[in-house]
């Protein structure tokens, strides 16, 4: 591995799986409530809300990054009041790279975990209630669990583009070697080196059997899943 | 008892029903499909909220919308056996079993977990997930779940309708079962006769979301009300009584009011209650007892009330000495043997078209 992989490829990777890691868990909880609102409630300005949710998916990913930095950005209302009160600094940071990461990745997380919860059968939920499961008990014990697949192919998805995101990543974090330089930062630095070809090819080999292990993998337990759900 | 007042209305469609039935024992809610049986188990569960009503079991209040009271779902200890079985999909067999017995109140307990399985035979599927059952099995598991919520009042909603008449017979005799051994209130959805007649004390007639008739089984079998539903060809009185005798032919003599039926009842002991349904295409009416027929039974009677039906039929009801049977005959062949009301008549049953029902 170390023959064929130099340090700065091992540092983009590892960086990689870190980002892509943290951004899929800060997201996850919040995907799920957010599913939840937008599938199982009426409230005033929903559609818009999902309009906002989705974003992200048509905003080219450096308005993103610029936004962020805008709000996140040392001098920016969020990010001020992030480091007075939690001494938390995300701009230039791994910290920030997860954040844009989840932000960018968020439309799909939610798009799949929703699907799941639109296909779990509100009578499985009646009939744990005629059995004295109050809401959180029945959410935690019936729906979630019913949900799992979505979720899991939700959480496999996210973590396989965020591995891939660059715009938002690089306007909001910059592109600082083993802080920020993930993957395709990684890369696109090496094509704008006179002598990276040969890194350039190494990088893209290695983001390209990524992102198919991720998507193999989704499938695999996909599948795994509806075979123990016995569907 | 069980008194239920309840009004909602959902676009075109209105249900206002408003019963009283005797607790424990089994009321059917009978009625064709679309007419608001479910929408009204529903209510009484608790999963859908009337417009205005009343629902009152025993000493409990479940529902009064003019207190302002309503009891949540999952705090009114109503067992619900829906038509789909709603076997959670991600849980095996024990666990979807133990999921209410779980959340119920430690005391008091009517039924452990060793006894619904031994009652409904549920032992050797314990591991196994739902959707590796058989129709009939699932029924019988849904119905293990709910009875191990301990639920102060069971509701079924049409758990045969979803299965063939192989699995549907498969089934039939654990409810009998569960009637006779425990003393949990039933709520019995159908809109087959056959199971109101084996398995219900009282029955609700339901029509278009209103109540048409309701009482003893009996009592309704004789309503007109009855024949929309079930058909003219499914009317027939209802009758019980105590088996007498079972005689060596094998032949059980069944005890009704001043007279008695002969009939095949297969391992009915003497002493014991039974319940027959006599079809009113069945009856034949004469004016002497059978002789040179193969007629077994001849009962004596008087002709009370005359109904005209379609086709030149006449449905006619004759008091056989404290309970009566439904005939239906021509008009013609009342005309020449001169019979009308207050005529007296002997009614004719075969033994063979009469089936019995152990209560």
New interface residues.
Partial sequence: MHDMLGSAELDALRLSLEVATGSVLCSLPVAILVAWLLTRTRFPGRVLFDAVVHLPLVLPPVAVGYLLLLLFGTRGPIGRWLYANFGIELAFSAKGAALATAVMTFPLMVRAIRISLDNV?R??E?????????AL?RFA??TL??MLPGILAGIVMAFAAALGEFGAVITFVANIPGETRTLPLALYTAIQTPSGDALAARLAILSISLGLAGLLFAEWLARYIRR???? | MLTVNVALRRGAFALQVAFAAPTPGIVAVFGRSGCGKTTLIDILAGLLKPDTGAVRLDDVVLLDTAAGYLLPAERRRIGYVFQDTRLFPHLDVRANLRYGEKRSPARPRTIGFDEVTALLGLAPFLARRPNSLSGGERQRVALGRALLSQPRLLLLDEPLASLDAARRDEVLPYLETLRDRLSIPMIYVSHQFEEVLRLADHVVLIEAGQVVAQGSVDEVSLRPELRAIVGTEAVGAVLEGTITAVEASGLAVLALGQGSLRLPAPGARVGSRARVQLLARDLILATEPAQGLSVRNSIKGEIVDIRAEEHEARLVTVDIGGASVLSRVTSEALESLQLSIGSPVWVLVKAVSMRSHPL
């Fill in positions: 059968d009578g499985l009646a009939a744990a209630r005629t059995l004295g499961a109050g008990d014990t019936i669990p019913l123990r759900l016995g569907r």
